[in-house]
């Protein structure tokens, strides 16, 4: 359990349907809802706080929902949600959100075009949680059988599905030359490989873990490739502003707990995730147990490892330049 802070910061919407896909299948739409009520509203009001939390699938709205992790917190706060990370940080780089968890390479990508932006925390999952998929009738039985066909990549060069393609491309004695990459956000990848017009996709969870449940056929996951590890980067304007600051701090605070609690209660959290996310409940399982839930303040091991991935990707040209960790990393957000 996290430790607790000060007591100044103690501690539906529209509907994006998958297209093509089952009517239950759907994930949080943006959504302009604030939550501040009461006396909460009165100290938001009295501090001119209001945070805009950043999110993928709604997968961490629903994380924090589930654990109840946000109720009562001092500040306004509103989520955005957005089906990959591009263009999550896209709106991170605008100004428009003040965080933003994504997956490793993601992250440095979006350092790339937006050097103000810093990791503030880690959180620890399974490379299981994205893989390279093919219908289960595909003729492509392994790896190597992909060379000289098409293979689409969710969501945008950078993307997790990307490093994970590359390296397993490599274990099979291929370079990426030997197929034809094409960039697809998701939701669309997601509707067009259930129509068969996607013959091999790489993407990750939830779309990843749904396909699957849904008759997709694995060639290989991101295990023993991907490194497992997410991050939450927040913008550099946000932690400029001192309010704003030590609000995200208790935030991440709130969102370890939430880690916290769903490892503690995984049939719980499935359950609630399922019903929140509108997935599939043997989907919402498997997403559930190898998702990224165990968080903590970066530390000098994250940087370390992240690092690795850093050089990598800049050796495969999949990042146009060599990122240096350590310089976009902020270790001192839990001292605030």
Avoid: C
């Avoid at 501090?47 to 939390?53: D, G, Y």
């Avoid at 605008?94 to 990508?109: E, N, R």
């Avoid at 397993?168 to 990426?176: D, F, T």
């Amino acid at each position: 359990m996290a430790a607790s802070v000060p007591t100044s910061f103690s501690t539906r919407r529209r509907t994006l349907k998958l297209l093509g896909a089952a009517p239950a299948l759907s994930v949080f739409a943006v959504t302009g809802a604030l939550h501040a009520h009461g006396a909460q509203a009165a100290e938001a009001a009295a501090t001119s706080i209001t945070l805009v939390l950043g999110d993928q699938a709604g997968g961490t709205r629903a994380l924090a929902e589930a654990a109840k992790v946000l109720d009562g917190a001092p500040y306004a706060f509103r989520w955005a949600n957005f089906q990959g990370a591009a263009p999550l940080f896209e709106a991170q780089r605008a100004g428009a959100v003040d965080l933003a968890p994504a997956g490793d390479l993601p992250v440095l990508a979006a350092a790339v075009g937006d050097p103000s932006l810093k990791i503030v925390a880690t959180r620890v999952g399974s490379g299981a949680q994205l893989g390279i998929l093919v219908a289960a009738d595909s003729k492509i039985r392994t790896v190597a059988d992909l060379k000289g066909r098409t293979v689409f990549v969710s969501s945008a060069r950078g993307s997790i599905s990307q490093f994970q393609l590359y390296g397993a491309l490599a274990e099979a004695g291929l370079s990426k030359e030997d197929v034809s990459v094409r960039f697809i956000l998701p939701v669309d990848a997601f509707a067009a490989f259930a129509s068969g017009s996607i013959e091999a996709w790489a993407t990750f969870d939830p779309y990843y873990g749904i396909a699957v449940q849904r008759g997709a056929r694995i060639l290989r996951d991101g295990t023993g490739i991907n490194s497992g590890l997410g991050f939450i980067t927040a913008s550099g304007a946000a932690l400029a502003d001192t309010r704003k600051r030590a609000a995200i701090a208790d935030v991440l605070l709130r969102l370890q707990r939430a880690g916290d609690w769903a490892l503690a209660n995984p049939d719980a959290y499935a359950q609630i995730y399922a019903t929140l996310t509108r997935s599939p409940l043997d989907a919402a399982k498997r997403i559930t147990q190898r998702a990224s839930l165990k968080q903590h303040f970066i530390t000098e091991a994250d940087i370390a490892a992240l690092q690795k991935v850093a050089d990598s990707a800049n050796r495969d040209a999949i990042l146009p330049r060599r990122i240096d960790v350590r310089a976009i990393a902020d270790t001192h957000i839990a001292n605030v």
